[in-house]
């Protein structure tokens, strides 16, 4: 016998009649082997489907992920309404050279001073003793006519500077005629007061043009001046350039942008 077979055993009594009239009891029994297959299932009140409404039992729904906002507004390009929340580009910062440019000025004007006075040193150097050099050189340097240059020549640079802005070498080439006609004017200035005093501005006549205004350190500080302003305005020009080449090229992008954003608007 397998596991899928189960055995019923039935027993059945019966009552025989016999002579005399006794009756005697007799009992048979029987052993059926059923297969497990063709035992009927029977069903458990709680497995019975009922005819009644039944409670529809709530399923769990997973909320969709919400995508991370980032403050922007998106819209879809084929959207009709795109076109009008396109957004406008903005005009880029256009670069200038006047911040830069008056710092290389004082640097040329530190420049032109230790130039002004090597130049003051050899012109002195024949004229005075080596025991009284080194004085006497100190004594032109802290001169008015000294002190005038060098501030005539920083602020005819700064002039040039914030006038020219971002152009090129040759605006300094020609600006260093205007910045050497004010040292000029500023040292024929200072070596009045030097010999005259202030006073001596009030009373100034058409001698001391020529006394004071062609003295060999009147002419060293206008051409060191102009000199000094040539080579530092390269420096500047070229700075300008690159500037002026990046702004170009800045605003060419911004035009492009600008006018495709134009076109999707039409």
């Not at 670069?95 to 040193?121: D, P």
Request: charged content about 15%; proline content about 6%; aromatic content about 8%.
């Amino acid at each position: 016998m397998t596991a899928a077979e189960t055995v019923v055993e039935t027993t059945v009594v019966e009552e025989v009649a016999v002579a005399g009239g006794a009756a005697a009891v007799v009992g048979a029994s029987e052993t059926v082997v059923v297969p497990e297959q063709s035992r009927p299932v029977i069903a458990v009140a709680d497995e019975l489907p009922s005819a009644g409404p039944t409670e529809a039992v709530p399923t769990q729904v997973q909320p969709a992920a919400v995508p991370a906002r980032d403050g922007e507004i998106r819209i879809s390009a084929d959207h009709p309404m795109a076109a009008l929340y396109m957004q406008t580009p903005m005009p880029p910062d256009v670069k200038g050279n006047r911040g830069a440019g008056v710092l290389i000025a004082i640097v040329a004007t530190i420049a032109f001073a230790i130039v002004y006075a090597g130049v003051l040193a050899l012109l002195l150097a024949p004229q005075l003793p080596p025991s009284r050099f080194v004085g006497g050189l100190v004594d032109g340097l802290l001169a008015w006519q000294s002190v005038f240059a060098v501030v005539a020549f920083f602020v005819g640079l700064v002039v040039v500077v914030l006038v020219v802005g971002r152009a090129g070498w040759w605006a300094y080439v020609l600006g260093g005629f205007l910045v050497a006609m004010l040292v000029w004017v500023a040292a024929f200035a200072g070596a009045i007061v030097d010999a005259d005093g202030f006073g001596g501005l009030a009373r100034l006549r058409l001698d001391d043009l020529y006394s004071f205004g062609f003295m060999p350190t009147v002419i060293a500080a206008v051409l060191v001046a102009r000199e000094a302003t040539v080579w530092f305005g390269a420096w500047i020009g070229r700075r300008g350039r690159r500037i002026a080449k990046a702004n170009a090229e800045a605003m060419a992008e911004y035009e492009a942008a600008l006018a495709e954003v134009q076109a999707k608007q039409l």
